[in-house]
């Protein structure tokens, strides 16, 4: 059996952390996995977080398993926190998943099991994995613009042109905020455009939403996906507790199901749980564990949203540093963009031989479509990472 097995390509994302361990430079940069660290180039567990932990330490009584969908208080709070009021609880369907991949992964089989038909349609570019697993699944995908290189924005004509294609019952992927490879995000008008856009067209959008709190706050990164779920009558959301927690080796997140009809929550929720079961059964608990109790304990809520914060703004400030630092050497606001770019990711609209300049020249390592993780920079990397940039010509 074995030797019918083709051998698979490397995930480009994994090979180039590898890489860059490999490399003996002092001075290297790794600006390429997406995983946020603080200015010591640690991922620090948080505050609320740890205390919560060491709390439920002393609590546990049992490893016996939750359920198919998990504990249904993590699902209440996770609920409240990506879709406030904008929907009651009765509309809503949801498991636990393991990360926000799990939640993906289940929304994609769901799609295919209630409508082999329905065609996905993907951002151009959009985080890789999303195409694998649509491609794993055998589901058609189709392209939309969205990232314009030359404004280094978003390309909303383009996109609204493209999904013109969109037929009754197709998908349509979003993110939900802090885009994922470009940083570039919809305005709240632009949005609404989109939204009437799936509502002639009877399409269904589904949200990946992995980094709420890490743009423009916890509240505002939430507007526009609470504002699809009020106005369309089906939405699938994909959230993600491992970033804004802090949390990615417990593998947390949960998969949403809104329907406008509340008798849909019913049958909709049964199938999900039943995806839960063909995949892994049980989900992973302690990540959505310590997540119930910080989101449940007021004074463990406070201390994580001052520290998230704290997180975010911290990003900013690096954006503004690395756009001032390149405006400083390259005599233009040709970077401006840097600082207007949300969540842990920009595109430097550097091209592929430019890219390999950086790493071989410079020890700085970004993925090929120059990518950067701006969590990867403190204040002494910004302006070495600035001053190579000038250097290879970007």
Avoid at 122 to 145: C, F, K, Q
Avoid at 274 to 294: E, I, K, W
Avoid at 295 to 313: G, K, N, T
Avoid at 332 to 345: T, V, W
Wanted: hydrophobic share 40%; charged share 25%.
């Amino acid at each position: 059996m074995f030797s019918n097995l083709k051998e698979k390509p490397a995930d480009k994302i994994l090979a180039l952390g590898q890489a860059f361990r490999e490399d003996p430079r002092d001075t290297k940069i790794d600006l390429g996995v997406g995983v946020y660290k603080d200015a010591e180039g640690k991922t620090p567990i948080m505050r609320a977080v740890k205390a919560a932990e060491q709390k439920w330490w002393g609590q546990e009584e049992t490893k016996a398993y939750t359920g198919l969908a998990g504990d249904p208080a993590f699902s209440d709070v996770m609920i409240n926190l990506v879709l406030g009021d904008a929907v009651t609880r009765d509309q809503v369907a949801a498991v636990a998943t393991p990360g926000g991949t799990g939640a993906v992964r289940q929304a994609f089989d769901l799609v295919r099991m209630a409508n082999p038909d329905a065609r996905v349609f993907v951002s151009d570019p959009t985080w890789p994995n999303h195409l694998s697993i649509l491609a794993y699944l055998g589901v058609e995908t189709v392209m939309y613009r969205y990232f314009d290189s030359e404004t280094v924005g978003v390309d909303f004509d383009g996109m609204m042109a493209d999904l013109e294609a969109v037929r009754a019952g197709d998908v349509v992927l979003l993110h939900g905020c802090c885009h994922n490879p470009t940083g570039a995000n919809l305005n709240l008008s632009q949005w609404k455009e989109v939204i009437d856009l799936l509502i002639r067209k009877g399409a269904v959008p589904m949200i990946d939403i992995a980094y709420q709190g890490f743009g423009d706050g916890l509240e505002e990164d939430a507007k526009a996906t609470r504002l699809v779920v009020k106005s369309c009558p089906e939405v699938l959301i994909a959230a993600s507790c491992s970033k804004n927690f802090g949390i990615y080796r417990e593998r947390t997140g949960i998969l949403m199901a809104v329907a406008q009809d509340r008798g849909l929550q019913k049958v909709a929720q049964g199938n999900l749980a039943y995806l839960n079961r063909q995949n892994f059964s049980f989900p992973p608990d302690h990540g959505a564990r310590l997540v119930t109790m910080v989101l449940s304990d007021d004074a463990l809520r406070a201390d994580w949203q001052s520290e998230l914060e704290e997180v975010r703004l911290g990003m900013l400030q690096l954006r503004q540093d690395l756009a001032n630092e390149l405006r400083r050497l390259s005599g233009s606001d040709r970077f401006g963009f840097i600082a207007q770019h949300r969540g842990m990711f920009s595109r430097l609209g550097a091209t592929p031989e430019q890219v390999e300049t950086l790493r071989k020249d410079h020890g700085i390592y970004m993925i090929g479509d120059s990518r950067i993780n701006i969590a990867g920079l403190n204040a002494q990397t910004v302006p070495i990472l600035a001053r190579a940039i000038i250097d290879a010509g970007v």
